[in-house]
């Protein structure tokens, strides 16, 4: 109940494409919901967040869309750039549980010049 | 800079060895998390810190992992007895004190990549 899954596990885009990655969760307790970029050999770096009362939430080219009833979100990125080429994770977490995040698997995208 | 530092960025050790890492989160954060992140997997939670109070353990942390952070500010984690299955980047995010409207929203240092051999 405390999983995340996300999908696809790898994804390769034209430059200028959209890019979409989704996630799934179990747990209806879970009150925030970030997004996660991470390039070799850093460490995570935030890139945009939701909360479940709210259905889609854009910053420039990022947009996160919720679905509460499926308990799925997604994160799109518009006009794909090869600098966007990362691993992206979606995570949970509860206000009440301490704010640990629970990460998905992750996704390995590689947007081609 | 003012973001969360890790000490050091890279460590190879021999099985059976002790280690330390460090960790300085972004000042007047009071919550401090470690993951721990394997090849080709999302980061996994270990334990968490709201001051200098541990809060919650992950099962994933056996008794040969410790943690502390001992005056709120930097922490420390210690790996005895290393095994090779403890390969692995470790992580340390901090956030900020939360308000009862807003999240915590956490932000994680470079990481510091173990090599047992």
Known sequence: QQQ????????????????????AYENTAFDYFPWYQQFPGKGPALLIAIRPDVSEKKEGRFTISFNKSAKQFSLHIMDSQPGDSATYFCAASMRNQGGKLIFGQGTELSVKP | DTGVSQDPRHKITKRGQNVTFRCDPISEHNRLYWYRQ???QGPEFLTYFQNEAQLEKSRLLSDRFSAERPKGSFSTLEIQRTEQGDSAMYLCASSPPTGRDSYNEQFFGPGTRLTVL
């Open chain 1, 4 to 23: 995340v899954k996300q999908s696809p596990q790898s994804l390769i885009v034209q430059k200028g494409g959209i890019s979409i990655i989704n996630c």
């Open chain 2, 38 to 40: 394997t090849l080709g």
